[in-house]
C-alpha cells in the first residue's frame, strides 16, 4: 500500500484515501495478486481497490484514513461505468488535504524541540551539506562523530524515560507515534547503544 508519510512520524501516521461502502463503514482490507509469487500479492485498504469484482465490496466513496486509526470526511464517488482506467482521473485531493490537517494536529500535541536546539540543529544542517559538498570524506567524519553522540545521549534520554517506568500512551502522543512504537523505539535506543 502506497502511504502519505511524514518524514518525523513515518509509517505511525502513514495515510491514504480510505475506502467508504454505502453504509459509511470501511471494509476489511484486501489482497491483490499483481504476479506469479507471494511477494506479488499486496495488502490494500486503498479505496480504488474496491471495485466489487472477485467478491470485493463496491465503494461509493473515498476518506482521508491514517494508520493511527483516524478517519476524515468522505468524499463520494460515482463509480457507475467507470473503468478501471477512469480510476487515474478520481482527484483524491481532498482527502489528503483533511490527512495534512491531522498531521498538523498530531504535531501540535507532540513535545516541543527548545528553539535553540531546532535552530543549532537547523544550522548544523546546513553546514554539513555544505562540507558535503565541498570535502566529503571530512562531512563523513563530522557524521561519524554526531552519530556517536547522538547515540550516546539517545541511551541517556532512553534510559531516564525506562527509569521512570513511563505510560507508553503519553510517551506515544509526546513523540507522534503510537505507544507500541514508541516503547519500541526507547526499547531500540536502549539496545543498539549498549547491545
Known amino acids: 500500500m502506497e502511504l502519505w508519510t511524514q518524514e518525523e512520524f513515518g509509517e505511525s501516521h502513514g495515510g491514504y484515501a480510505g475506502a467508504v461502502l454505502p453504509d459509511g463503514s470501511e471494509p476489511k482490507p484486501v489482497y491483490l495478486d499483481f504476479g ?35 478517519r476524515g470526511t468522505a468524499y463520494p464517488v460515482d463509480r457507475a461505468g467507470m473503468s478501471y482506467d477512469d480510476l487515474a482521473d478520481v482527484d483524491v485531493l481532498p482527502a489528503y488535504e483533511d ?35 565541498q570535502a566529503p570524506v571530512a562531512a563523513l567524519r563530522a557524521i561519524g562523530e554526531l552519530e556517536r553522540l547522538t547515540q550516546s545521549l539517545a541511551y541517556e534520554a532512553a534510559y531516564s524515560i525506562k527509569d521512570d517506568e513511563p505510560e507508553w500512551e503519553t510517551i506515544g502522543v509526546a513523540l507522534g507515534l503510537d505507544a507500541d512504537r514508541a516503547r519500541r523505539l526507547t526499547l531500540r535506543y536502549l539496545l543498539r547503544s549498549h547491545g
Open 36 to 70: 506469479s509469487s507471494a511477494a506479488s500479492i499486496v495488502e490494500t485498504r486503498e479505496w480504488w481497490a474496491y471495485d466489487g469484482r472477485l467478491s470485493r465490496p463496491l465503494t461509493v466513496g473515498f476518506r482521508g484514513a491514517c494508520m493511527c486509526g483516524w
Open 99 to 133: 490527512w495534512g490537517e491531522h498531521i498538523e494536529a498530531v504535531e501540535r500535541r507532540t513535545i516541543p524541540v527548545p528553539e535553540e536546539v531546532s535552530d543549532t540543529i537547523d544550522r548544523l544542517h546546513l553546514q554539513l551539506a555544505n562540507l558535503a559538498d
